[in-house]
């Protein structure tokens, strides 16, 4: 028998809350599933996952009707591990009892712990970054002997069950910096009474993000620059 291993990568994600970011493209790349827990957005969003690795996903609490086929918990196994997923945790039920791994989201924050031989996993959110919070998703690596079935329902047991945070706002940093200086630039702009249109064309900025850094700014008096960005939404960062 063979003493040869393999690694098998799942990803898991959750209240990605419309398109996957670019930055989260790429780790989905080399995973061979993905495990959404959740706040998917849409069915359009769904097919472009499972375009790039077959889908389990359960129905977020803002998934409306589009997702009423969609399970609202679901248990699975991988390698031998049994794996539980609802998208808010208060939510668990009986059919958690057992499972190795607890996966949810809901809540946007990265937790990852242990409790009476459970592993209890939320991969935070992939999607638009909301209130300075961090974008965070998790890789699962499954270790296998080579001789092994290599489907990830094979009832073999896996040698190894390994979590690996990914930290996608560290990658952002770069454009965080770009970013802070579109919105002093429309900040100034506005205070100096141009308007909406004469700011993109001047500045060559996008005019989504445009609109939003006015929208921010006009609707709260006497915000500052690190206010708008604290409340805005960007799909690609």
């Not at 965070?136 to 092994?148: H, I, Y």
């Not at 770009?178 to 900025?205: C, S």
Request: hydrophobic letters at 40%; glycine letters at 8%; one cysteine or more.
């Amino acid at each position: 028998m063979s003493d040869e291993k393999r690694l098998h990568r799942i990803a898991v994600i959750s209240d990605s809350h419309g398109p996957v970011r670019p930055d989260v493209l790429e780790h989905l790349a080399g995973a061979e599933l993905i495990l959404h827990g959740g706040d998917i957005a849409s069915q359009k969003v769904l097919d472009a996952l499972n375009q790039i690795a077959r889908v389990v996903a359960v129905r977020g609490n803002c998934d409306k009707e589009w997702a009423e086929a969609l399970p609202r918990e679901v248990l699975l196994e991988l390698y031998g591990k049994k794996i539980y997923m609802v998208h808010n945790k208060k939510h668990i039920s009986k059919k958690a009892e057992g499972a190795d791994l607890i996966i949810y989201g809901h809540s946007h924050k990265y937790e990852d712990r242990q409790t009476d031989g459970q592993r209890f996993l939320n991969p935070g959110s992939c999607g638009p970054r909301r209130f300075g919070a961090a974008a965070t998703m998790a890789m699962l690596e499954f270790t296998v002997g080579n001789d092994c079935e290599e489907k990830t329902n094979s009832p073999a047991a896996a040698m190894e069950m390994r979590v690996e945070k990914i930290d996608l706002t560290e990658a952002a940093g770069a454009a965080d910096g770009n970013l802070r200086q579109a919105v002093e630039l429309v900040v100034r702009d506005l205070q100096r009474g141009k308007t909406l249109d004469q700011i993109v064309k001047a500045r060559r900025l996008n005019r989504e993000l445009t609109e939003q850094i006015c929208q921010i700014y006009f609707t709260h008096p006497g915000i500052d620059v690190q206010g708008v960005l604290d409340r805005i939404e960007i799909a690609g960062l």
